[in-house]
């Protein structure tokens, strides 16, 4: 036969267990996500290029894929192109809808994006992404809330995980104490390789990106601190107490802190000054989430943006928000055997069958056994029984009820047990509660 | 402020409203589709323009969205597009990945399609579709269950309908007994309009279509046919005596209706002979689901296909399918009010303070309240009262807990019941209990 047909690089096809899979990591975030009182939201695949360009920096433009209107002329420039992440089409939508919407709006978004990235290992084209974002409010009870809702999604999936916490204000004001409020991008870029190249080699960078000596000297207890986080705290506060926006994301750190505190969160969090998240609009608070037990780099993270709806013209709404990255945690999932067995809602029982007149007394019974909400497939024909029983074994199916003249004469079935291969002539009623234990 | 931002023609925004009201008819389809052992896939949002084209007629081809990688020059064609509907990507997974699958497979899968359709109400650009399917098996109880299917969607939804049956072979075996085989195409769309314009203004049309005067004359039976499904069957067969392809399909119909009969079903099912779908890759069944209670058109439809795997190479895989029509379905929902109350899963109790030390003391309790799993919201600031209640009320929050200095200090909230008005200083124990009442 002709070459098998083949799908575009970097997307792929889910089947059943994959989906179970996904459908019990969507369910489990969306069910925190609401006993928090976040609302769901969905916007469409294509948004306006006016809506998508120049919001994601020179590279992100590039990653955009544009889509042609089949009357459009080949050389005519796209009005539209897929969306790229959830939170420009959630800025989009607040400004669009705003005198629909209660402020706070807590909102979530669970979709897929597009990015015409590259694909390699991990890397998609297409895949999805779950938000959860506060607008309209600068209460740090809401990031202590996305901080609860990390806890309560990774102990739900029973993922070990570690929280790690930034301010951009901090950043801001280092990079101003030192003198070079120019430079926020170039210290964060060499601090970010802390853990990598050590205080040393971190120096070393910071000089050849054009550091003044003093500079880096009095970056020095930010590079060598140490102890838990209050001692940290109390590290930075001191190294940035000439810098109001310093001082500011100090205290707002104490402050998550103490939140946490009184809400009794368990979960470990880390101070880390070396995160950064590459993106512009945060204002605030910067969160990363990394499994404990799996190499594999931020599977969640986020943080505070004041002014994400300005970009459309409404400036001035604070927000907070986390993104969870769906493939990410189902590799994580995988790895771990974290998946519990009855996620999968399966076929409880098939019917099998030797003749017609038995397929006919079969599609009787299953229809008894759905009305009690038990899973029925029937075998469509009286194939050979090997055929009937090999797609109960394939499936995984957990009951056959075997059917032939015997059986339907007397009303009954033979209930065979796949796992323990025990059979049993049973009345219907038998079957049903057999199935349901 | 600047203009609002907007969304490209055709396309929509859904609010939490409507989210709930969709996912409250795909939590009712999937169900049903689990009971009868239907496994979910999803594929990619994109397709190779070699998978999507020439699929879906010449018409089809132009309405296909094109996807430019930004590498792409712009006089290149576009190597992918967004897929157009779920049943060719389906027969294209099934044919990649026909070594992992177990047939019959029986799928069913519920995502987006795109069509660059000219927008009007009711026809949107990007619109959901849930289909069933079971492939690689010819027998009829495929169609009974797909009958059991729509039977049991609606009866959970509340929608009272009419299953419209035909068949493509007693289509095909008409036009042969006229003598007219090639004229299948101008035959169907003519009976199409018998509701409309008569069995006089259908033999107009014939004659205009170029079809003989006998042959119109051997066409005068079914035109004028009566009775109920038997009786039309009868007269079918009598006119279709010396088809065998004709002879195949009234056997077939009479089949899938002694199922029914079997299988209990009391769906309200009509034969009709008008019933042709356009679709050309239908060979056996064609169904179509009409409200009887909403004038809007056909809400779900599908039929059976002998060879649609053929045109990835794959020949000779018969099946069967149903599709329903999300937006749809959501339509007649609403014009009948049959979204049940309890579906939003809303936010329960919103906590409302009177300053900080309250607010750290609502926090603690909202903590244990959702440790009980009760979806509880703080307001994020001691904000004055009437935006906080304003707040409670704009989101329809049936509870709200009041906390000032007194309530704190003995260890209670004020518990108002934002239904009845009524309020209470209750122990958290009570205010537990009152909310799960």
């Known amino acids: 036969m002709a070459q098998k047909p083949n799908i575009p690089k970097g997307t792929r096809d889910f089947g059943p267990i994959e989906m179970a899979r996904r459908n019990y990591i969507f369910q489990t975030i969306r069910s925190v996500f609401r006993l928090y009182g976040y609302e769901q939201i969905e916007t469409p695949s294509m948004e306006l290029m006016s809506t998508l360009m120049g919001k994601y920096g020179e590279e992100g433009d590039k990653l955009l894929f544009r889509i042609q209107n089949s009357g459009d002329k080949a050389n005519e420039a796209p009005e539209k192109g897929l969306r790229y992440d959830l939170t420009v089409p959630f800025a989009r939508y607040v400004v669009q809808h705003r005198d629909e919407l209660q402020f706070p709006f807590r909102r979530y978004q669970i979709q897929p994006v597009w990015r015409a990235d590259r694909p390699q290992k991990g890397r998609y084209r297409e895949f999805y992404q779950c938000d959860v974002d506060a607008i309209g409010t600068d209460s740090l009870t809401n990031e202590l809330e996305l901080i609860q809702i990390v806890e309560e999604v990774y102990r739900r999936l029973g993922v070990r995980v570690s929280l790690h916490l930034n301010n951009r204000k901090v950043l801001a004001g280092i990079a101003e104490v030192i003198g070079q409020a120019d430079k926020l991008v170039d210290i964060t870029v060499a601090i970010d390789k802390l853990d990598k190249i050590g205080a040393e080699g971190v120096n070393k960078e910071l000089q050849e990106r054009g550091l003044?000596?003093?500079?880096?000297?009095?970056?020095?207890?930010?590079?060598?601190?140490?102890?838990?986080?209050?001692?940290?705290?109390?590290?930075?506060?001191?190294?940035?107490?000439?810098?109001?926006?310093?001082?500011?994301?100090?205290?707002?750190?104490?402050?998550?802190?103490?939140?946490?505190?009184?809400s009794g969160v368990k979960l470990d969090i880390d101070l880390d000054l070396t995160l950064a998240r590459g993106l512009n609009y945060y204002t605030g608070a910067i969160f990363e989430v990394k499994a404990l037990d799996v190499q594999i780099g931020s599977i969640t993270g986020g943080g505070r943006y004041d002014n994400l709806t300005g970009i459309f013209g409404l400036p001035n709404v604070s927000g907070v928000g986390i993104s969870f990255g769906a493939d990410r945690i189902y590799d994580v999932l995988s790895e771990l055997s974290l998946y519990p067995d009855d996620m999968l809602d399966k076929t409880q029982v098939l019917m099998v069958t030797f003749g017609y007149d038995e397929l006919d007394y079969a599609l009787s019974v299953a229809k008894e056994l759905r009305s009690e909400g038990i899973n029925t497939e029937?075998?469509?024909?009286?194939?050979?029984?090997?055929?009937?029983?090999?797609?109960?074994?394939?499936?995984?199916?957990?009951?056959?009820?075997?059917?032939?003249?015997?059986?339907?004469?007397?009303?009954?079935?033979?209930?065979?047990?796949?796992?323990?291969?025990?059979?049993?002539?049973?009345?219907?009623?038998?079957?049903?509660?057999?199935?349901?234990?």
Request: charged share 25%; proline share 4%; glycine share 6%.
């Open 212 to 262: 003044s000596e003093s500079a880096i000297d009095k970056l020095q207890p930010i590079l060598n601190m140490a102890g838990d986080n209050d001692q940290k705290l109390n590290t930075i506060a001191e190294v940035l107490s000439a810098s109001e926006i310093g001082c500011k994301g100090v205290e707002e750190l104490r402050e998550v802190f103490r939140l946490c505190h009184v």
């Open 378 to 437: 029937v075998y469509p024909e009286p194939a050979k029984m090997k055929k009937q029983m090999g797609y109960a074994d394939q499936k995984q199916i957990p009951f056959v009820a075997i059917i032939g003249g015997d059986e339907m004469a007397q009303h009954k079935v033979m209930l065979k047990n796949m796992l323990t291969g025990n059979q049993q002539l049973v009345t219907i009623e038998e079957l049903k509660s057999s199935i349901q234990k």
